[in-house]
């Protein structure tokens, strides 16, 4: 039986929330019911929205809650640098 993917993360956010700081290793042996594949996607999706971070410490990833300053839906306007296409110079 497949496990839905909006339970996953919202049994993700709950751990990560409840921690604090995850590592992605310790997330896993938290969600035995649940694949390697189900839960990258998940880690995936989420933090693409914003709603955790996912950072590399040494040789493991660590998840955290965002905070609202670092989602860049949350930046005002005056906050937030726009990222801009820089073409490289032609070869000689």
Same mark, same amino acid.
């Given at each position: ?16 929330? /409840?921690? *604090? ?13 649940? !694949? ?7 880690? =995936?999706?989420?933090?693409?929205? *914003? !709603? ?9 990833? /660590? ?20 990222? !801009? =296409? ?7």
């Amino acid at each position: 039986m497949s496990i839905p993917s909006a339970h996953i993360a919202s049994r993700i956010l709950a751990i990560v929330q /409840e921690r *604090g700081t995850i590592s992605l290793e310790e997330l896993l042996t938290c969600c035995p019911e649940t !694949t390697w594949s189900q839960i990258f996607t998940s880690v =995936d999706a989420l933090s693409r929205e *914003g !709603t955790i971070c996912l950072r590399r410490r040494n040789f493991e990833y /660590e998840l955290q809650v965002a905070s609202p300053l670092s989602s860049p839906t949350l930046l005002p306007a005056s906050v937030s640098t726009p990222i !801009t =296409d820089r073409q490289a110079p032609p070869l000689p």
